[in-house]
């Protein structure tokens, strides 16, 4: 099946060590999202790729990269990671054809733990 | 500049009965709305959308929403709540390529 992965799907790290999360999708989906989702609260969009066009948001911290090396993969670096930057991580990817954009797909998350 | 609002943080519901996830919209031109649905650490999944056509949309799982412009409204409804339900639902609506959630709806069902 078609689909949006993530890994891993937890991930423990110490505080101010890099760590780096992967989203994979076989869905052929030329852009690609990152969201940051903390307890209780709805996905916050962190960039999102077109193509090759990366597009961050004007709130996203400095201390958050991203790559794209290929259509397929889509990666979140977080530089040094603070307690704050404790959350769920999501993926998604869609397509989008000039000016129209189709649904977005979204992968299970990484949760991410900072010790 | 567009934005919803879910004017309820929690439902709960018997097992059996109506499910009622209430949301408004503001949008400055027509909009695409869309309600997913997100389990305990899971990532969402779309329940179902609405894109200019159909005003009564179906979706999965028994769920359906109704767009009505005069209220500017996308209430997600169900005829009867199942255990499997329970989860928290956030509203959606689309400009451009990015998504502007609601804060979401914690669905609670009773046994």
């Known amino acids: 099946d078609a689909m949006v992965i993530q890994n891993p799907r937890y991930q423990v790290t110490q505080f101010g060590k890099p760590v780096t999360l992967s989203c994979s999708q076989t869905?052929?989906?030329?852009?690609m999202y990152w969201y940051q989702q903390k307890s209780s609260q709805a996905p916050k969009l962190l960039f999102h790729?077109?193509?090759?066009?990366?597009?961050n948001e004007a709130d996203t911290p400095d201390n958050f990269q991203s790559r794209r090396p290929n259509t397929s993969f889509c990666f979140l670096d977080i530089r040094s990671p603070g307690l704050g930057d404790a959350a769920m991580y999501l993926c998604a990817t869609t397509k989008k054809k000039g000016t129209f954009s189709y649904e977005q797909y979204f992968g299970p998350g990484t949760r991410l733990t900072v010790t | 500049a567009q934005s919803v609002t879910q004017l309820d943080s929690h439902v709960s519901v018997s097992e059996g009965t109506p499910v009622l996830l209430r949301c408004n919209y503001s949008?400055?031109?027509?909009?695409?709305l869309f309600w997913y649905v997100q389990h305990p650490n899971k990532g969402l999944q779309l329940l179902l959308k609405y894109t200019s056509a159909a005003t009564l949309v179906k979706g999965i799982n028994g769920f359906e929403a109704e767009f009505k412009k005069s209220e500017t409204s996308f209430h997600l409804t169900k005829p009867s709540a199942h255990m499997s339900d329970a989860a928290e639902y956030f509203c959606?609506?689309?400009?451009?390529?990015?998504?502007?959630f609601g804060t979401g709806t914690r669905l609670t069902i009773i046994p």
């Open positions: 790729y077109y193509d090759k066009d990366f597009n």
């Open positions: 959606v609506v689309r400009g451009n390529e990015k998504l502007t």
């Open positions: 949008s400055s031109y027509s909009p695409s």
């Open positions: 869905l052929n989906h030329n852009v």
